[in-house]
Every structure is written in structure tokens, then in C-alpha cells.
């Protein structure tokens, strides 16, 4: 049962929903194959039926934790923390990212960007849903762009979704990992006929770790 006062501090981002937490290598995008300590937070709304980690939906089977003791079991491990979930802008970033920056740590996100951007960060990884697209603060700060490929139609949408992003943005496109031997073959040459995407695998699925 979580008390009226559990909750107000979770509402100011004093403490959050983790559900897990751990040192791995970084197996998507930009930084994959770099080692990072994950912070995963519990509670999404966005619903995606391919979702990998469905069992991050509901906060509330997650335990508050409080906002400095993440910080510090990250500390322990390294200086790179990725914040995921879920969906960690569900809840204010603020006090994570500072208690973090604080202490020297780089700060990434992965995100759907559907709520407000709060934190400070130093690398936005975007990986917009139909179901619930980013705001526009999001798109304007996003540091990468991950369009997950389910099925043919998500060409389409990942050029929408590219067309909202700074020019700065890097984009790439990522097969459902269910799909990727239907789809796989699909990305390389939609990139091959479209060099501004690059592919991006799970890696850490391959290599059997976290």
C-alpha cells in the first residue's frame, strides 16, 4: 500500500517506480556495444502490442525507490546511466538526472517522447509510437531516432516521424525483434535506397545479455 506521502514524493520525482537495474552493454543505436548501467522505470500508457517488457506497464506492481539511492547503485557501476521503462517521462526526471549530473555521470534517455521532456539530459534517444506521438519539445531535442519496424507501413510512418526531428538527429530503423527475419531484409535495402537511415539491431538479444 502506498502512502499519500510515498506518492507525493514520487509526484515531485523524489522517488520512482523502479522496476529493475543493472550493468550491461548498451545494444541499440547510436551507442551500442558501450557499456551503461540501465535504470529501468516502471509505468506506460503507450500500449504497444509488441512491446518486450509489457510487465513495466503498471507502476504499481513496481517499488517507489528513492531518487538518490538509484543514483548512487548507478554511480557504483558507471559514468554512462540510460534511463528506460516503461516510459520514464511518465514521471519528473528532474531530481534523477541532477543527482546524477551532479556526480559527473552522462545522462541518456530512451523514450516514446508522448509526455513532457523533463531532466537534463546529455543524449535523447527517441522511439516515437503511433499510439501516442511525442511533443514537440521532444521531436526538437531528440538526439536519435528509432522507428521500430513491424511491418511495411512503418516505412511511412518513420518518415513522418523524420520529418519532425532536427536536422542533427540520427535516424535509424530497428526490426520488431519477432519480425526480424521477414523484416530484416526489407530494412537494408529500404537504407540502401534511403542512405540518410541506418539499421539498428538488438544487439544485446544476440549476445544473450541484458
Not at 158 to 172: G, H, R, T
Request: proline share 5%; glycine share 6%; aromatic share 10%.
Amino acid at each position: 500500500m502506498v502512502t499519500a506521502e510515498t506518492h507525493e514524493l514520487v509526484k515531485k520525482g523524489e522517488m520512482l517506480p523502479l522496476m529493475e537495474e543493472f550493468y550491461t552493454i548498451q545494444g541499440e543505436g547510436y551507442y551500442k556495444g558501450t557499456a551503461a548501467y540501465f535504470v529501468r522505470i516502471g509505468g506506460c500508457d503507450v500500449g504497444c502490442h509488441w512491446c518486450d517488457v509489457k510487465e513495466s506497464w503498471n507502476a504499481d506492481v513496481h517499488p517507489p525507490t528513492l531518487t538518490s539511492q538509484i543514483v548512487a547503485n548507478a554511480l557504483k557501476y558507471s559514468d554512462t546511466v540510460v534511463v528506460t521503462g516503461g516510459e520514464p517521462l511518465t514521471w519528473d526526471m528532474t531530481k534523477l538526472t541532477q543527482g546524477l549530473k551532479e556526480r559527473g555521470a552522462k545522462t541518456h534517455i530512451e523514450t516514446s517522447g508522448a509526455y513532457k521532456l523533463t531532466g537534463v539530459w546529455d543524449w535523447i534517444c527517441l522511439s516515437p509510437k503511433k499510439l501516442k506521438l511525442p511533443t514537440k519539445e521532444v521531436y526538437e531535442n531528440a538526439n536519435e531516432l528509432k522507428v521500430i519496424v513491424y511491418n511495411k507501413s512503418d516505412f511511412e510512418f518513420a518518415e513522418e516521424q523524420a520529418s519532425k526531428v532536427s536536422e542533427d538527429c540520427i535516424l535509424y530503423l530497428q526490426p520488431e525483434w519477432s519480425k526480424r527475419d521477414k523484416m530484416i531484409p526489407i530494412i537494408v535495402d529500404y537504407v540502401m535506397k534511403h542512405p540518410k537511415w541506418k539499421v539498428s539491431l538488438q544487439t544485446h538479444k544476440y549476445l544473450n545479455i541484458p
